[in-house]
């Protein structure tokens, strides 16, 4: 391996880290007890983590409580690594991105691409924020703005101001909107068919 800096230190988050070590199967099986593929199993309708639960899980992937999860006879147990950052995720408090509020506009600049854009207020310029594509029944193109705050506790002394654009290929002609969903709720933001004469979306937002 070619050596290489490291990457930063930062917290473990559910949405980013844990949500993906659950396979189809583990949903499909776990059914008659929990959704295992839903954020409501692991956190209250307040957002704080069902903690009870959770060290349940980890026991039954770790065997310390039987049945071992995932059986062997199904894909189990994890690597060691895995259960490892189940553990950090536990010991870091169960942390999990957030959303962010935006202003949306979407816009088609070709046949086949659409730009989605959003006016974004983060509470610093250490926070982080994009659109993160989730699955939906409700639409085909669905997001969510997430925000994930820097790793230091101390308080943001100044707001800031950011422009994301997504670009998205092979848009499907006859679809009009796309659904984002943020700390605000869900929101249909319409593709506007007329490209705007400017590519800077800042100006989108004038
Ligand atoms: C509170 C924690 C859990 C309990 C009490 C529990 C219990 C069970 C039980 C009773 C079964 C059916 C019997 C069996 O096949 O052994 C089962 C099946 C299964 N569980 Fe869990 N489970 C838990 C957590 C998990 C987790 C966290 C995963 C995935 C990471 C998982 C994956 C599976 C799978 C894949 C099967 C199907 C096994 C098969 O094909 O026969 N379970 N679980």
Redesign the pocket.
């Known amino acids: 391996m070619n050596s290489h800096q490291s990457p930063p230190d930062r917290p473990v988050r559910y949405e980013l880290h844990i949500a993906p070590l659950?396979r189809r199967?583990?949903r499909d099986?776990?059914a008659f007890?929990f959704d295992?593929s839903d954020p409501a199993t692991f956190y209250e309708a307040d957002g704080q983590p069902k903690i009870d639960?959770i060290r349940?899980?980890y026991d039954?992937?770790t065997g310390a409580t039987t049945?071992l999860?995932?059986?062997v006879?199904?894909?189990?147990p994890?690597p060691r690594e895995w259960l490892d950052l189940f553990a950090r995720w536990i010991n870091e408090g169960c942390l999990r991105l957030e959303l962010g509020t935006a202003q949306y506009r979407a816009s088609r600049t070709s046949a086949t691409q659409v730009r989605l854009a959003a006016r974004v207020e983060l509470p610093s310029s250490d926070h982080e924020t994009w659109f993160e594509r989730v699955d939906s029944s409700e639409a085909p193109y669905a997001y969510c703005l997430v925000v994930e705050p820097p790793v230091s506790d101390v308080p943001p002394a100044t707001s800031d101001l950011r422009f994301l654009v997504e670009e998205l290929n092979d848009f499907p002609s006859g679809l009009s909107s796309i659904l984002v969903a943020d700390a605000g709720g869900s929101h249909v933001v319409d593709i506007a068919e007329d490209a705007p004469e400017s590519r800077a979306v800042e100006s989108w937002f004038a």
């Open positions: 659950f199967i583990d099986h776990m007890a295992i639960l349940g899980l039954h992937m049945p999860m995932p059986p006879h199904a894909g189990g994890w």
